[in-house]
């Protein structure tokens, strides 16, 4: 069983860049979740085999998710970052083709912090 496994998270300045990067990401739907301090885990983005992205609104022009199933990896962009931002980032995989069940499979997480 292929593990799930999440890089490039980093401390950076307000309005920067970071590209984090899931490996083992040969599913059917991926995501991204992030979770802050003192605060509940939230879905930021998934992706379905067929490229259909759903993103949350706090997210949305800023930060992009793409699919190489040729290195079975899965990136986000993540650009303009605030520092509500700051979280630790987790990926996620389920089987449907949907994105419409439950996420059995999660990474270890990589922390982004955003600096005001």
């Known amino acids: 069983q292929v593990q799930l496994a999440e890089s490039g998270g980093d401390s950076v300045q307000s309005g920067g860049s970071l590209r984090l990067s899931c490996t083992g990401s040969a599913w059917r739907c991926v995501g991204w979740f992030r979770q802050a301090a003192d605060k509940e885990r939230e879905e930021v983005v998934r992706i379905s085999t067929a490229g259909i992205t759903t993103y949350a609104e706090s997210v949305k022009g800023r930060f992009t998710i793409s699919r190489d199933n040729v290195e079975d990896t899965v990136y986000l962009q993540m650009n303009s970052l605030k520092p509500e931002d700051t979280a630790m980032y987790y990926c996620?995989?389920?089987?449907?083709?949907?994105?419409?069940?439950?996420?059995?499979?999660w990474g270890q997480g990589t922390q982004v912090t955003v600096s005001s």
């Open positions: 996620a995989a389920q089987p449907t083709y949907t994105c419409s069940s439950s996420w059995p499979r």
